[in-house]
């Protein structure tokens, strides 16, 4: 089975749990839609994540989100910074870099962050006979290669309109799975009438939030 998981900010926990619930196994692919990073107020665990997601190896595929980029972004430009003038820099808005900080080396976290910006904007898949769009915020058609800002920010981006439309319509002849926002706040994955948008953020970084997995083959969803 192909398998499709949202934002998990920092959630290892819960990472972990959909993991056993889903009965993931060495048969089964796992995309993660991006912001494995930031949030999680009381119980944040970024190295949990990233380890996890290492362990399944060639078994998972990561789409890049707007905090891994901003994380990764951040601790470039740390280490480029003069080691004494460090202090002078305005600390990463999330828990994140204060966290892996305090377990990995420079080279660790650089190295961290040259994998997190080789994570693709967005892929193509086909599973079953059905093509699919991935992507963070939102999906372009694949011959148009957009900016990155378009694929990490969706609305903030291109304007409400223009994301309207993106959820409304889809793009022809393919299934767009994204992430980025938990568009009814329920912490439902949500889906369009035409079920070729589905949204897959169920609002894990906030306490009052879970995490969602789809299933692509049976569009089964499950939440933890
Ligand atoms: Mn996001």
Same mark, same amino acid.
Request: net charge negative.
């Given at each position: 089975?192909?398998?499709?998981?949202?934002?998990?900010? $920092?959630?290892?926990?819960?990472?972990? !749990?959909?993991?056993?619930? %889903?009965?993931?196994?060495?048969?089964?692919?796992? &995309? @993660? +839609?991006?912001?494995?990073?930031?949030?999680?107020?009381?119980?944040?665990?970024?190295?949990?994540?990233?380890?996890?997601?290492?362990?399944?190896?060639?078994?998972?595929?990561?789409?890049?989100?707007?905090?891994?980029?901003?994380?990764?972004?951040?601790?470039?430009?740390?280490?480029?910074?003069?080691?004494?003038?460090?202090?002078?820099?305005?600390?990463?808005?999330?828990?994140?870099?204060?966290?892996?900080?305090?377990?990995?080396?420079?080279?660790?976290?650089? $190295?961290?962050?040259?994998?997190?910006? !080789?994570?693709?904007?967005? %892929?193509?898949?086909?599973?079953?006979?059905?093509? &699919? @769009? +991935?992507?963070?915020?939102?999906?372009?058609?694949?011959?148009?290669?957009?900016?990155?800002?378009?694929?990490?920010?969706?609305?903030?981006?291109?304007?409400?309109?223009?994301?309207?439309?993106?959820?409304?319509?889809?793009?022809?002849?393919?299934?767009?799975?994204?992430?980025?926002?938990?568009?009814?706040?329920?912490?439902?994955?949500?889906?369009?009438?035409?079920?070729?948008?589905?949204?897959?953020?169920?609002?894990?970084?906030?306490?009052?939030?879970?995490?969602?997995?789809?299933?692509?083959?049976?569009?089964?969803?499950?939440?933890?």
């Amino acid at each position: 089975m192909h398998y499709v998981i949202g934002d998990i900010h $920092n959630n290892n926990k819960k990472f972990e !749990e959909m993991l056993k619930k %889903i009965h993931f196994s060495q048969e089964d692919h796992l &995309y @993660l +839609l991006g912001d494995l990073f930031d949030r999680n107020s009381w119980e944040p665990d970024p190295i949990g994540v990233y380890f996890n997601m290492l362990k399944l190896e060639n078994r998972c595929t990561v789409v890049r989100g707007n905090h891994d980029t901003w994380l990764a972004q951040y601790i470039m430009d740390y280490f480029d910074f003069p080691e004494k003038e460090r202090k002078r820099l305005e600390p990463y808005p999330y828990n994140s870099f204060e966290l892996i900080m305090q377990r990995f080396t420079q080279v660790d976290m650089l $190295n961290l962050a040259r994998q997190i910006m !080789e994570w693709p904007l967005q %892929i193509c898949i086909e599973v079953g006979g059905v093509k &699919y @769009l +991935l992507a963070h915020a939102w999906t372009s058609m694949p011959d148009r290669v957009m900016v990155d800002e378009y694929y990490l920010m969706g609305r903030y981006f291109s304007g409400d309109e223009a994301y309207e439309m993106f959820l409304a319509d889809g793009r022809e002849g393919y299934i767009s799975i994204c992430g980025h926002k938990n568009i009814m706040g329920n912490g439902m994955i949500w889906k369009n009438k035409r079920k070729n948008v589905y949204m897959c953020d169920c609002g894990c970084g906030f306490g009052n939030g879970r995490l969602g997995c789809l299933c692509l083959e049976t569009k089964e969803e499950t939440y933890v």
